[in-house]
């Protein structure tokens, strides 16, 4: 009896505990609900967190993008590139050099690219955050990049100087005697060679002085040989033939002159060039002095420019150079040195130096105005990066470069700087692929997608 009471007590208890956890179980049930619930909402609070912040990214990516064309479209629509540079330099806080860079890229089409790209993605997160979705991609994606391979080139460290055409000789012909002009002989523009008579003064008045001292001088003449005579037979003194030489000797002289006078009345060019101007006509009357002709020597010319005392040592060195006219449709000319002053303008620091061109058809024209580059130094094998994909990182210049589909941070050595590319010195190496475009959105070791692959910066 006492078993069989034992397990009856047994059954209650199991029936009462059964109850018991029959009762809970709804909430169990409901707090385990609760819980599940409580992990989803968090996730997607999360997620549409991660959304709104990954939008304000893309929205400040945007703004900049929007900046950026505002400024390069300021920029290439400026005739000052000096004052375009210093503008760009103080709107985005970076080195005049850096800003020359930037003034020089072809940037508009990409940014209103990217901006397009942008406010596409800007647009569907919106739509995703405002109907609440669980299928916004928490991870950022990746930076879209242009890389630029590199491969050894050929740069030079040159500078570029304004210049002016002189010509090569300028003859400013003027009156020697005074008279009428009774002839005039070329006009502006003509073609003479050296000796050609450019005008006739009346020589009349020359002629008869010519006669008159040409009459004195026979009389003086002969009556030195009569005395001369007369003194061998010592009939004459000495003295009387002296006096009777010198006079004859003055005449000699006057002749000569009246003779030079005469021939001064024929004007004639001192050299073959162009007459630039003539300044008489028929009839005139011209005093000593008056202006006549000027007369150009332009089958070979010169180009004067001014040389900063900085460079004055390189250029010594330099013997060949490229001249460019504007005014002839930016052509490009050998010229070599002809003469580099050994002082400067005290004022400006200048030196002056004159560069031989020739000029056999005559199409370069006095007072063009020209650029002359000059070469001061050349490398070749030369590995060169924009100037504007250097990066200050902690003052260290740095480029990023492509390293297994991720953005690699290299520390670089500069050396010299032609246009907007810059020599890299030490840290690249050829074949390696340098981020060009959205460098300064990675950071290193960050992934990104290349979208292009350049071979050099002139396909951008």
Not at 204 to 228: G, M
Not at 365 to 387: E, G, T
């Amino acid at each position: 009896m006492t078993n069989e009471n034992q397990d009856k007590n047994n059954k209650t208890k199991i029936r009462i505990l059964l109850k018991r956890v029959w009762g809970l179980l709804p909430i169990l049930v409901l707090v385990a609900v609760i819980i599940g619930l409580s992990a989803l909402i968090t996730a997607k609070t999360d997620r549409l967190d991660a959304a709104k912040k990954g939008l304000q990214n893309l929205e400040g990516m945007q703004s900049a993008a929007s900046r950026i064309e505002r400024v390069t479209g300021i920029l290439t629509a400026s005739d000052d590139q000096g004052e375009a540079a210093r503008t760009l330099a103080a709107e985005l806080d970076i080195t005049e050099d850096q800003a020359k860079a930037v003034l020089q890229m072809p940037l508009s089409a990409l940014v209103r690219a990217e901006r397009e790209r942008l406010a596409g993605r800007i647009a569907h997160l919106e739509q995703q955050i405002a109907a609440g979705k669980h299928d916004i991609p928490a991870a950022p994606p990746d930076v879209n990049v242009i890389v630029l391979a590199l491969e050894p080139v050929v740069m030079s460290d040159r500078i570029n100087l304004p210049g002016v055409v002189n010509p090569w000789i300028k003859f400013n012909i003027v009156a020697e005697v005074r008279g009428q002009v009774i002839e005039k002989r070329v006009e502006k523009g003509a073609h003479v060679r050296e000796g050609d008579v450019i005008a006739v003064i009346d020589p009349r008045d020359y002629q008869i002085a010519v006669d008159a001292a040409r009459a004195s001088y026979n009389v003086a003449l002969a009556s030195k040989n009569r005395i001369e005579k007369l003194y061998r037979q010592q009939l004459a003194p000495l003295s009387q033939l002296d006096d009777i030489t010198a006079q004859m000797e003055r005449f000699k002289a006057e002749l000569d002159g009246a003779q030079l006078d005469l021939s001064r009345c024929t004007i004639r060019s001192p050299i073959s060039g162009i007459v630039n101007n003539v300044h008489i006509d028929r009839g005139q009357y011209l005093n000593f002095a008056d202006p006549v002709a000027e007369i150009m020597e332009i089958d070979k010319v010169k180009v004067s420019v001014g040389i900063p005392e900085s460079d004055v040592t390189a250029v010594r060195m330099v013997n060949d150079f490229e001249v460019t006219i504007d005014a002839l449709e930016r052509r490009v000319f050998a010229a070599r040195k002809h003469f580099l002053a050994r002082s400067g303008d005290p004022a400006a620091r200048l030196y002056d130096l004159e560069l031989a061109i020739d000029n056999p058809d005559e199409e370069i024209l006095p007072d063009m105005f020209a650029r002359v580059k000059i070469v001061k130094k050349q490398v070749k094998d030369a590995l060169a990066v924009p100037l504007y994909a250097i990066v200050p990182i902690n003052e260290v210049q740095t480029v990023y470069v492509l390293s297994d589909g991720k953005a690699k941070a290299v520390p670089v050595e500069t050396g010299i700087q032609e246009g907007w590319m810059i020599q890299a010195t030490e840290g690249l190496r050829p074949g390696e692929k340098v981020i060009v475009v959205g460098h300064r959105g990675v950071s290193d070791g960050q992934k990104v997608n290349v979208v292009r692959t350049l071979s050099n910066m002139d396909e951008l």
